[in-house]
């Protein structure tokens, strides 16, 4: 079956260092996007990608960003993490961006702290 | 700015009942996709249900229904015969076609009671 998967799961990492979060569907779509997830902020989107080697900056872009070289891939790096970018980060994937298919189908997910 | 407001921080449901999440939202966009999200304490995000703008009926996913009213600017999921298993936190989405950014409320927790 088609799936979305993230990884790591969990990660614990200092103040200062890089950290690159993986991504990788096989539905074969050609959007994908990173969001955040904080306590009473919802989803917020950081980065997205409309295709290989197109990348565009979301709402809270600053302090990350993506590539995307192939269609399955779009790894997130923290370039200099930071304590404020401890949260859960969300992978998703849609077909389309219009009608039904734009819906995004979500990663399971990667709890980040930053200490 | 498209903007998604829940005024529903918490809510409470017994067994068996139907029960209506309540999401509105704000576009000058006249094409638009509106989304729900359910989110179990296991934390992954499992979409519901879809309605786009132009749609003329109300979506329908199985127990799950949106009830939605275009001039009011509302996009109500309403969860019929409520299962223990409902009870998660619940996210109203919205994705303008002229805008790139998918903007998600702040959820609503759902609590069934049995």
């Known amino acids: 079956d088609a799936e979305i998967t993230q990884s790591p799961r969990h990660k614990i990492t200092e103040t200062g260092r890089q950290v690159t979060l993986a991504c990788h569907q096989t539905w074969n779509h050609n959007n994908m996007f990173w969001y955040r997830q904080d306590l009473g902020h919802g989803l917020r989107l950081i980065h997205y990608s409309y295709g290989v080697h197109d990348t565009n900056k979301g709402e809270v872009s600053d302090g990350y960003s993506v590539s995307r070289s192939n269609t399955e891939d779009l790894p997130l790096t923290l370039e200099s993490a930071a304590s404020s970018q401890t949260s859960v980060y969300f992978c998703?994937?849609?077909?389309?961006?219009?009608?039904?298919?734009?819906?995004?189908?979500f990663g399971p997910g990667t709890r980040l702290l930053v200490l | 700015a498209q903007k998604i407001t829940q005024t529903q921080p918490g809510m409470f449901v017994q067994e068996k009942e139907a029960v209506t999440l309540d999401c509105t939202y704000d576009?000058?966009?006249?094409?638009?996709?509106l989304f729900w999200y359910k989110q179990p304490s296991s934390g992954e995000m499992i979409f519901l249900i879809y309605q786009g703008s132009y749609d003329q009926q109300n979506a329908t996913e199985g127990r799950y229904s949106l009830n939605f009213q275009k001039a009011r600017k509302s996009a109500n999921l309403v969860i019929s015969a409520s299962q223990l298993g409902d009870s998660a936190m619940y996210f109203c989405?919205?994705?303008?076609?002229?805008?790139?950014?998918?903007?998600f409320g702040a959820g609503t927790r759902l609590t069934v009671k049995p």
């Open positions: 989405a919205m994705r303008e076609v002229n805008n790139n950014d998918m903007r």
């Open positions: 998703a994937s849609s077909e389309s961006t219009w009608g039904a298919r734009e819906t995004q189908y």
């Open positions: 576009t000058s966009d006249p094409s638009y996709g």
